[in-house]
């Protein structure tokens, strides 16, 4: 028994190794190229009987494509050069390096068969099927093969943070959420001796406080630390570099969480000036470039005409049930504040009953505490008696807001971006009016899949500056898959 437990320790700790991960992960990414080679062959193949005289026939096998070692090989080692193998990236962020690394990689290939005259032995229709297929199937399977991991225990880097205040709690809460990043939280550590033995609860487990900074090496050997995470804002410059020094000595990896909160650091680059030795932060207001915009609108319009032929029946059918559902129009349609301060007409399925502000101004008079929720939130929680039975679905599932393609499609909306504003709001966003004035509004966006209903104002406010300073077609493509995930739960809508 005894002897088992110790082979079963050795094995675990084997497993655990970074050395270990790698493999599995280069495995990973050798699995996912020739799965993608397999279905772009077998494609290829079914294409060749549906399109009759359209497609030349394949004279070789699948075995032909599998000989080419040269292949999987230029794959796995731009891979490499990239760190996919030892970074710990969020989803995202990890997919969207994958997606440039085999868009680079098809046009090396496709690039290799043509010079090498080889086009006779491969397909070109199973290249750029091949292309298509691993843009999906690389990042999808490394999810499932990294959160398996995870699940079972060996994926995990317990980490131990300096800091246990807010900067810390939130990032502590932002790493943990997302088990793709892998990480275990273990602790805390805090000067403040009132903390000290105290439970912090984070994702709704809790967390203990376990004593001093000054008593890290202590701890990091105790509990087995791998990473430490610095998150200590109020921390000098000086101060803050002496003691990354001290624990780099410790661990395999520091991170620190710098004050930077609201600053645009997504798509920020890091200069280095040797000489100095100091690090340069260039950061760049996304959205306020031309291109930027016409590179956004050539998207939104792309999205749109794409999938017309789904949104135009959805459109037809909630109109009907509308007019069944209570007497007045099918659209609701208001003055909001667009790009630069100009009004546009929003477009919106109509939800309320037509008499819908007399309603509002007597029950909020009847309820003193909902009148100061409409004036935190804008928004009634909970039950509504504007709204009308079939107008709750749809606020639910926020279809309401179907409608706001056709603004998108006249270039007043974009599918993703800030709130679309009303006038008397425009006074209360102070220091943020010119940020979010300086695009155009969206149907959904940041604050959609970040609490939507339950940010007050000025919450708002703060993400959709955050979204307009950190914009990129990658970013909208998230929040659009988020907002489709968040609808579906019906998560923070009202």
Same mark, same amino acid.
Request: charged share 30%; no cysteine; hydrophobic share 40%.
């Given at each position: 028994m005894i002897i088992s437990c110790t082979v079963y320790n050795i094995l675990m700790k084997i497993f655990k190794s970074n050395l270990i991960l790698i493999l599995i992960l280069i495995f990973t990414d050798l699995f996912s190229f020739y799965l993608s080679l397999f279905l772009a062959y077998e494609i290829r193949y079914i294409l060749f009987y549906l399109l009759p005289g359209k497609l030349v026939p394949m004279s070789f096998p699948l075995s032909s494509f599998i000989k080419m070692w040269w292949m999987p090989t230029i794959t796995i080692v731009l891979i490499w050069t990239t760190n996919l193998y030892t970074k710990r990236l969020p989803f995202w962020i990890e997919a969207s390096s994958l997606i440039k690394i085999l868009t680079l990689n098809s046009v090396l290939i496709f690039a290799m068969v043509s010079l090498g005259k080889l086009l006779d032995e491969v397909s070109r229709g199973v290249l750029i099927l091949f292309w298509l297929i691993s843009l999906f199937l690389f990042p999808l399977i490394r999810l499932v093969v990294k959160l398996t991991l995870f699940n079972f225990? !060996?994926?995990?880097?317990?980490? %131990?943070? %300096?800091? /246990?205040? +807010?900067? /810390?709690k939130d990032s502590a809460s932002g790493l943990i959420r997302d088990k793709y990043l892998g990480y275990y939280l273990v602790g805390f550590l805090d000067d403040d001796r009132n903390k000290w033995g105290n439970l912090l609860e984070i994702c709704g487990k809790n967390y203990k406080v376990f004593g001093s900074i000054n008593h890290f090496k202590k701890f990091v050997k105790k509990l087995k #630390?791998?990473?430490i995470i610095i998150a200590i804002p109020s921390l000098? /410059?000086?101060?803050?570099?002496? !003691? @990354?020094?001290? @624990?780099? !000595? %410790?661990v395999n990896k520091v991170i620190v969480v710098p004050d930077f909160k609201g600053v645009a650091l997504l798509n920020s680059e890091l200069l280095t000036l040797f000489d100095q030795r100091l690090f340069l932060i260039s950061i760049k207001n996304n959205l306020k470039s031309?291109?930027?915009? #016409?590179?956004?609108?050539i998207f939104d319009l792309t999205l749109c005409l794409a999938s017309s032929w789904l949104i135009i029946p959805i459109i $037809?059918?909630?109109?009907? =049930? #509308?007019?069944?559902?209570s007497n007045g129009p099918i659209f609701f349609i208001q003055d909001r504040v667009g790009k630069h301060g100009k009004p546009f007409k929003c477009i919106k399925f109509r939800s309320m009953v037509l008499n819908s502000d007399e309603i509002l101004n007597d029950y !909020?008079?009847?309820?003193?505490? +909902? +009148? =100061?929720?409409?004036?935190?939130? +804008?928004? #009634?929680?909970?039950f509504?008696?504007? @709204?009308?039975k079939f107008g709750r679905f749809l606020r639910k599932t926020s279809l309401d807001e179907l409608p706001q393609i056709l603004n998108v499609i006249k270039g007043e909306m974009s599918l993703v971006g800030p709130r679309p504003y009303l006038f008397s709001e425009v006074y209360e966003m102070q220091d943020y009016k010119e940020t979010i004035l300086l695009t155009v509004p969206g149907?959904?966006? %940041?604050?959609? $899949?970040s609490g939507r209903s339950e940010l007050n104002f000025n919450e708002r406010l703060n993400i959709d500056v955050w979204y307009i300073l950190n914009w990129s077609v990658w970013l909208d493509l998230e929040i659009l898959f988020k907002t489709l995930v968040v609808v579906v739960k019906r998560e923070g809508a009202y």
């Open positions: 225990d !060996l994926f995990k880097e317990r980490i %131990l943070f %300096l800091g /246990a205040g +807010k900067t /810390a #630390i791998s990473t000098d /410059a000086q101060s803050s570099s002496k !003691l @990354v020094g001290k @624990v780099q !000595l %410790l031309k291109t930027s915009q #016409i590179v956004k609108r $037809i059918i909630i109109a009907i =049930l #509308i007019k069944r559902d !909020l008079n009847r309820y003193p505490e +909902k +009148k =100061l929720e409409w004036q935190k939130f +804008k928004k #009634i929680k909970g509504d008696p504007r @709204v009308t149907i959904t966006g %940041l604050w959609q $899949i």
